[in-house]
């Protein structure tokens, strides 16, 4: 049962465009949210987080946005430039201090010139 | 600062055999993790350990073990390589929410 979905495995955006990538999630349990950007061949990378009590949380062209009565996230990206060209995973975190990250399965966003 | 890294980055095991993968990392966190990636599929998690000298399961820890003999060294280990296990190994290590993952180890067994 996947606690953490991500519903669109690929999104195609022209440049300069607002990407909006979506996130569900399951458990209400979960404390923090993560996005990650991941590269062919490359680690994930950290984007941005949110606690489970705010429901924005904005750096630089990055912002996440948290509806907890929807169970519901996503990362808008404005402007969206070439080099965003990659796949994206949203990730959970449980209330432990060591929990691990729950992930989607992540969406392919494809910067179109 | 290195970060995470991980050895070896690539390997090709027959069915049977076993190796060690062997992840660091210089950031000095307590937290480490080690997730496996599928096709298709996001990041999951095998094991994980909260300091030196101890580990717990993750989501699917079957078929691997581990050890984190020094702070900055955590292993990942298969004993008796199947073919299920062909996937992307990636390690992590975090002091509190944001996690730091090395590049990854592609293993293919035969």
């Known amino acids: 049962d996947q606690q953490v979905k991500q519903n669109s495995p690929s999104l195609s955006v022209q440049e300069g465009r607002i990407s909006i990538l979506n996130c569900d999630y399951t458990n209400s349990m979960f404390d923090y949210f993560l996005w990650y950007k991941k590269y062919p061949a490359e680690g994930p990378t950290f984007l941005i987080s949110?606690?489970?009590?705010?429901d924005k949380n904005e750096d630089g062209r990055f912002t996440v946005f948290l509806n907890k009565s929807a169970k519901h996230l996503s990362l808008h990206i404005v402007p969206s430039q070439p080099g965003d060209s990659a796949v994206y995973f949203c990730?959970?975190?449980?209330?432990?201090?060591?929990?691990?990250?729950?992930f989607g399965k992540g969406t392919h966003l494809i910067i179109q010139p | 600062n290195a970060g995470v890294t991980q050895t070896p980055k690539f390997r090709v095991l027959k069915t049977g055999q076993s190796m060690t993968l062997l992840c660091a990392q210089d950031?000095?966190?307590?937290?480490m993790y080690w997730y496996r990636q599928d096709p298709g599929m996001g990041l999951r998690l095998i094991h994980y350990s909260v300091g030196e000298g101890t580990t717990a399961k993750g989501e699917v820890p079957d078929g691997y073990n581990v050890s984190r003999l020094k702070k900055q060294n955590f292993l990942l280990g298969l004993e008796s390589a199947a073919p299920s296990q062909t996937s992307v190994y990636f390690c992590?290590?975090?002091?509190?929410?944001?996690?730091?993952f090395g590049p990854g180890t592609r293993l293919t067994v035969l």
């Open positions: 992590a290590s975090t002091h509190g929410v944001e996690q730091f």
């Open positions: 949110i606690s489970s009590i705010k």
């Open positions: 990730a959970a975190k449980g209330r432990g201090g060591a929990d691990g990250l729950t």
């Open positions: 950031m000095n966190h307590e937290y």
